[in-house]
């Protein structure tokens, strides 16, 4: 079936380094594929999407790029704030004929000043 | 700014306790979702609804769990009788239907059963 793997946290970063959260998927078909974050305390809420192959989605800083040959979706951000702590979720939309999302186990970033 | 609503954010209860959770879904959103959070299990899909239909409640312990849409801007998820094991973080989420697959989430409900 199709899953998202995601690395393990925490990954821990101090303010304005280079940030990558790793993440591959399996599917078959063509999904979407989605990147969430999770402040402490609330919800998920979308971050970025990639919806076909070799699309970048971006958003606040952070870019993916969907790459069907490395079936990955790599998260990265050039530079991170303390505000950008939080728990970040890769997951993927498994087609058109259905809403239902796969999240990944997420990974905690700690941005320390 | 509109955004998904639920009640309570934390709720404390004995073991055998009735439970309902509830959730008011953005206006015009079409797809209900519950999810449950642990730190064991991570982010698990409880079920989800079109247009108030349940299509899929797979991932609900059917002896105790009950998710229902009584109209379209309630959904409610109830647990009868609680279990210590219940204890978790219960999202629920919406989706409009002209973007299917985004989903807007709301700040969840905190549930202890002791």
């Known amino acids: 079936g199709n899953s998202v793997t995601q690395m393990e946290g925490p990954v821990t970063l101090s303010e304005e380094a280079f940030l990558t959260i790793n993440c591959t998927y399996t599917?078959?078909?063509?999904?979407?594929l989605f990147w969430y974050v999770q402040y402490p305390g609330e919800g998920l809420q979308l971050l970025l999407k990639?919806?076909?192959?070799?699309d970048k989605g971006s958003n606040k800083g952070f870019e993916a790029t969907y790459r069907k040959e490395t079936t990955s979706f790599h998260l990265e951000k050039g530079s991170v704030q303390v505000s950008d702590s939080a728990v970040y979720f890769c997951?993927?939309?498994?087609?058109?004929?259905?809403?239902?999302?796969?999240f990944g186990t997420g990974t905690r970033l700690q941005v320390f000043p | 700014d509109a955004r998904v609503t639920q009640t309570p954010r934390h709720k404390v209860t004995e073991m055998g306790q009735e439970v309902t959770m509830r959730c008011q879904p953005i206006?015009?959103?079409?797809?209900v979702f519950w999810y449950r959070q642990t730190m064991m299990q991570g982010l698990e899909l409880l079920a989800y609804?079109?247009?108030?239909?349940?299509?899929?409640d797979s991932g609900m312990p059917k002896d105790r769990f009950s998710a229902e849409m009584p109209d379209a801007t309630l959904a409610t998820l109830k647990i009868q009788p609680s279990e210590p094991r219940d204890s978790a973080v219960y999202f629920c989420?919406?989706?409009?239907?002209?973007?299917?697959?985004?989903?807007?989430f709301g700040a969840g409900t905190r549930l202890s059963v002791l």
């Open positions: 599917a078959t078909g063509y999904p979407s």
């Open positions: 989420a919406s989706g409009p239907d002209r973007s299917r697959d985004i989903q807007y």
């Open positions: 990639a919806t076909k192959a070799d």
């Open positions: 997951a993927l939309s498994e087609g058109y004929n259905t809403d239902k999302l796969i």
């Open positions: 206006l015009g959103h079409n797809t």
């Open positions: 609804f079109r247009n108030r239909a349940p299509l899929d």
